[in-house]
Structures are given as C-alpha cells and as structure tokens.
C-alpha cells in the first residue's frame, strides 16, 4: 500500500467513505484541461441527508496536473457521522460564475478510537432494539392503557415484526454492499441460462 498522506498517491476519485478525525485526500486530474487552475477553483460541498443544515466544505488546492482535495484531522474530527450527497463546483476566477460539474455520495463514519461509537448503521441498531422489544412483548401484551387520565398505546404485535423485518432487509442490503465492495461474495447467485 502507498502512503496515502503524500499527494502523489491521493486517490483520483472522491472517496466512499471518510471516518470522523481522519486525514483524508483525493485529486481530481480529469478537469483541469477544461478548467485551468490557473483561471478557475474546485470545491466539494457535501450536506448530510439526516440533517439537511448539517453541511462542509473542502476547497481544492491547485496543481498544474490536478485539484487536490484535503482536509486535515483536526477538521473531520468536527464532522457528524451520516450519509452525505455531495457537489463538485467549479468557480469562474474571473467572473466569479460557477457551475456544478460532478455530484455523488459518501458516508461519514464514526471513529471506533472514540469512546462510545458505535460502529452499527441504524438498521442494525433497529433490528436490535425491536428484537428486544418482541422478547419483553411475550410477558406484557396490553397495547394501550391508561394512568390518570394520561395513556400510552404500543405498537402490536404485528407492527413490530413488519418493522423489523423491514429493517432487517436493509441490514442486509448494507452487508452484501459492503462484501461486494470488498470483493467477497453476497450470497446471492444470479444464474443464467444460453
């Protein structure tokens, strides 16, 4: 592997993923013969999809071959974990005019080095929990009742299980995204016949 923190092994695409507190860069040579760096800037503005103002920014430092896109620990260790869709702007230096030439997503994870991250997506965080509510239901079925003239109705029965397996499925969709990013097999075999 490469030392990632010299410019001249930066991956040339943005990244699918960036922990909380980590050093992270890219470049992108695909643009600079169409924009110059010396006549125009990059910048990559990202906003989670959880908390619509939850937003950052990573300004592209120029390079004759590429924009080079960093940001430093001490600045990621500010972002909040979530889902992100994310723009590339490319901004006219004389007319100060701009334009969006590339968008996609990535995820922002917790840094397990943090006490109490829990590296779970919320799915499997949701599973759990309804799993551990299905268990207490055995023991207690009343779905409403009343206390002094305040009452609390619970999901039934059937409610749980439809969420869970709900979440359950999205689980599982995370799981074989994640092992066939890393090239390991899903489980699931397409067969084809000729």
Known sequence: MANLFDADNAPTTEPHKLVVGDFVQWKRTD???DYPVATHSAE????STHAGSTE?????????????????????????AGHYHWQLDI?????????????????????LDVNGADPRSHAEIMVTKIESILSGKAD????????????LTKFSFAEL????????????????KELAENGEKTGQTILVRF
Do not use: W
Not at 44 to 47: E, G, L, M, Y
């Open 56 to 80: 950052f920014k990573i300004a592209a430092t120029e390079n004759a071959d590429y924009y080079l896109f960093s940001a430093a620990s001490s600045v990621t260790e500010n972002y909040t």
């Open 140 to 151: 207690s079925d009343v779905s409403n009742y009343s206390i002094n003239g305040r009452s």
């Open 31 to 33: 643009l600079v013969d």
């Open 44 to 47: 990559i503005v990202a906003r």
């Open 91 to 111: 901004t006219e230096t004389s007319s100060g005019n701009r334009i969006v030439v590339d968008r996609g997503t990535f995820d922002v994870i917790e840094d």
């Open 161 to 176: 299980m439809e969420a869970r397996e709900s979440y359950r499925a999205e689980y599982q969709r995370e799981v074989n």
